[in-house]
């Protein structure tokens, strides 16, 4: 009973911040609780990419050779664990638009929003990382993946710049 009692409270301390450390917030889900209400009107394309925008931009859209400068939030569209962000990477993602620098539904939808524009993209499998899916880098054994095979992706994307 005592030692019941020991790891309960060490794992309610352990949840607390420590004094003098600030305590950061980031979102590690997409909230689960409700159907997307974006998804429903979301514009689906001719393959099969769905974008539904939450701001529209008001400056000039991207052209193939573009470049764009965009921050990008990326989940798992089955359970919506977030994989990668711009943010933590250090700063936006510059890309030329069109030029295959990016999986294929990332770039496509790099083509359909003006600067400015803030939109929801879902991404199917087969223009994420298909079938091979992506392996964990900080996965010395190759084992785990980053991006499960055959996984559909949603990203929230926020297009600061289109030169």
Known sequence: MRQVLIGTALLLLGSWPLAGHAQRTLTTALPASQPDSLLARAITTASGLRYALRQPGAGPPARVGSRVTVHYTGFL????????????QGGPLKVRAGHHEVIKGFDEALLLLPQGSRARVWIPARLAYGAKGRLDPDD??????LIPPNADLIFELEVLKVK
């Open 77 to 88: 569209a089955a359970d919506g664990r977030l994989f990668d962000t711009s943010v933590q």
């Open 140 to 145: 010395d054994a190759g084992r785990r993946y």
